[in-house]
T-cell receptor, first 114, second 115 residues
Framework: AQTVTQSQPEMSVQEAETVTLSCTYD???????LFWYKQPPSRQMILVIR??????QNATENRFSVNFQKAAKSFSLKISDSQLGDTAMYFC???????????FGKGTTLSVSS | NAGVTQTPKFRILKIGQSMTLQCTQD?????MYWYRQDPGMGLKLIYY???????DKGEVPNGYNVSRSTTEDFPLRLELAAPSQTSVYFC??????????????FGDGTRLSIL
């Protein structure tokens, strides 16, 4: 069975700084998808970034980028130039290729202060 | 473009009551999902559907039922509400074809309390 582990329950950073959120996962599959979702206090689930396992190039979306290490089964999220609006819970998630299983980590609460 | 719409947003039930959480999507997605999120935790998959007429169990299906009579709608039914079902429920949809799976689009959630 697949598992997703986020080892940092809480993180704090100041505006304009860079922060990295960690995520490791376990799977026996070769092709799969990895996601980072943001959940602000409004409870909405907002997709931040997506990575296909068959792509070696790390995904980037504006200030958000990932460090995907397939052999190590690691998928960290880097947020550059942190903004107050980045304050939220961040979930790392694994999806199998068939799209029938989306496994979430327990989340990391990120607080950005001025 | 409404995306994924869930109703109601909030509900309080008494133990033993039943109710249906509604979910509809207007993106013509073939895959739909129901998750629950307990306090301080990530989401856990309850049921999913890969198309109209097809449903399957996820990680935590006990106490729930689903149906998928149309592409758009994927209601979740609680037959005998129990306090352990107090949670926030999310519906999601996505498109999967031979080129791969697209990201899931989530509804805004339904906060359900069983007293």
């Amino acid at each position: 069975a697949q598992t997703v582990t986020q080892s940092q329950p809480e993180m704090s950073v100041q505006e304009a700084e860079t922060v990295t959120l960690s995520c490791t996962y376990d799977t026996s599959e070769n092709n799969y998808y990895l996601f980072w979702y943001k959940q602000p206090p409004s409870r909405q689930m907002i997709l931040v970034i997506r990575q296909e396992a068959y792509k070696q190039q790390n995904a980037t979306e504006n200030r958000f980028s990932v460090n995907f290490q397939k052999a190590a089964k690691s998928f960290s999220l880097k947020i550059s130039d942190s903004q107050l609006g980045d304050t939220a819970m961040y979930f790392c998630a694994f999806m199998n290729q068939a799209g029938t299983a989306l496994i979430f980590g327990k989340g990391t609460t990120l607080s950005v202060s001025s | 473009n409404a995306g994924v719409t869930q109703t109601p947003k909030f509900r309080i039930l008494k133990i033993g009551q039943s109710m249906t959480l509604q979910c509809t999507q207007d993106m013509n997605h073939n895959y739909m999902y129901w998750y629950r999120q307990d306090p301080g935790m990530g989401l856990k998959l309850i049921y999913y559907s890969v198309g109209a007429g097809i449903t399957d169990k996820g990680e935590v299906p006990n106490g729930y039922n689903v149906s998928r009579s149309t592409t758009e709608d994927f209601p979740l039914r609680l037959e005998l509400a129990a306090p352990s079902q107090t949670s926030v429920y999310f519906c999601a949809s996505s498109w999967l074809d031979g080129k791969g799976n697209q990201p899931q689009h989530f509804g805004d959630g339904t906060r359900l309390s069983i007293l």
